[in-house]
């Protein structure tokens, strides 16, 4: 499935760069997305890029201006750079795909193929 890594303990300010693999699958043929679960809590969606290409984004108004999700195609990797990290931005961050329509990418139940998730733990 996919693969997902880059996650460890920071300071509030600091920054994490996550990146998700697809052994076998190509990223331009699916919307790729980023979610977070934080201990009991519902999974919410953090941010999305476009299958089309890099400059159709779309992030949670929570993220808005700290993160920045990307992809190199040429080693089939999407990445989710956070700076500016928050106590709050503690969870555990999964990868997902679709090919469902774009409207619809900030729902986690439209997304068929999840990572396993990468703990996050920013502290105050």
């Known amino acids: 499935q996919l693969q997902a890594s880059g996650g460890g303990l920071v300071q509030a300010g600091g920054s994490l760069r996550l990146s998700c693999v697809a052994p076998g699958r190509t990223f331009r043929n699916f919307h790729t997305g980023w979610f977070r679960q934080a201990p009991g809590k519902e999974r919410e969606f953090v941010a999305a890029?476009?299958?089309?290409?890099?400059?159709?984004?779309r992030y949670a108004d929570s993220v808005k201006g700290r993160f920045t999700i990307s992809r190199d195609n040429a080693k089939n990797t999407v990445y989710l750079q956070m700076n500016s990290l928050k106590p709050e931005d503690t969870a555990v961050y999964y990868c997902?795909?679709?090919?469902?329509?774009?409207?619809?990418?900030?729902?986690?139940?439209?997304?068929?193929?999840w990572g396993q998730g990468t703990l996050v733990t920013v502290s105050s």
């Open positions: 997902a795909v679709t090919q469902i329509l774009w409207s619809y990418v900030d729902e986690s139940t439209r997304y068929s193929i």
């Open positions: 890029i476009n299958r089309s290409g890099s400059t159709d984004t």
